[in-house]
């Protein structure tokens, strides 16, 4: 089974600046068709998960443009360009190569 | 747009079975090509996928829970269930079921989620 991994597990951001987030796959996530199968995910408090990101670096419906991801392989990176108060979350990576998929442990976001 | 809810018992007794529905509305479960998962979440850990069945039949789990769960679609009520036998204390969680259908279950895993359930095992 591929296993992820993801840090750092807690970040205290400033609103206006920009935030990293880090995944990592012990597989790689390159299919054949060139796309790697990784999504992004985020549980704002009290809410669901949300679909942020699908094949590394395509931005779902309705997901502001301060969202981007980028990576290749086994590492990957979720940029938010400019942090606003209502992107307090937890952040998940989750791999699609195959069954069973499996989620990151999750980047804690929070406001300095 | 299709919208997921969960329902079923809050609190199941140690060995016994957990029983929970997810009901669609806004879409069909056996129309166009769609998949239809469960996902937990206990306390303060990582979410977990616990499998899917796809509109075409195609059933698949997480091999670590695979012995003790089923997932079923039931087109006439427009729904699909999850049960998981023989539970202990580590199966307390929120379970979510979650759904893609059409041209984004070609990219991704899902983009529509139920609000969730909170499931406790206890006697």
């Known amino acids: 089974d591929i296993e992820m991994t993801q840090s750092p597990l807690s970040l205290p951001v400033t609103p206006g600046e920009p935030a990293s987030l880090s995944c990592r796959s012990s597989q790689s996530l390159l299919n054949r068709n060139g796309n790697n199968n990784l999504d992004w995910y985020v549980q704002r408090p009290g809410q669901s998960p949300q679909l942020l990101i699908y094949l590394a670096s395509n931005r779902a419906s309705g997901v502001p443009d301060r969202f981007s991801g980028t990576g290749?392989?086994?590492d990957f990176t979720l940029k938010i360009s400019r942090v606003e108060a209502e992107d307090v979350g937890v952040y998940y990576c989750m791999h699609t190569r195959h069954t069973p998929f499996a989620f990151g442990p999750g980047?804690?976001?929070d406001i300095k | 747009q299709v919208q997921l809810q969960e329902s079923g018992p809050g609190l199941v007794t140690p060995s016994q079975t957990l029983s929970l529905t997810c009901t669609v509305s806004g879409g069909s479960v056996s129309g166009g090509r769609c998949f239809w998962h469960w996902?937990?979440?206990p306390a303060g850990k990582r979410l977990e996928w616990i499998g899917r069945a796809y509109t075409g039949g195609t059933i698949e789990y997480n091999p670590s829970l695979k012995s003790r769960v089923a997932i079923s679609v039931d087109t006439s009520?427009?729904?699909?269930s999850l049960i998981l036998s023989?539970?202990?204390a580590a199966d307390t969680a929120m379970y979510y079921c979650a759904s893609v259908c059409g041209e984004?279950?070609?990219v991704a895993a899902?983009?529509?989620w139920g609000h969730g359930t909170m499931v406790t095992v206890s006697s």
Do not use: A, E, L, W
């Open chain 2, 77 to 80: 009520k427009n729904q699909f």
């Open chain 1, 107 to 109: 980047t804690k976001v």
């Open chain 2, 39 to 41: 996902i937990r979440q």
């Open chain 2, 86 to 88: 023989s539970v202990t």
């Open chain 2, 110 to 112: 899902f983009d529509v």
């Open chain 1, 72 to 74: 290749s392989g086994t």
């Open chain 2, 104 to 106: 984004m279950s070609y």
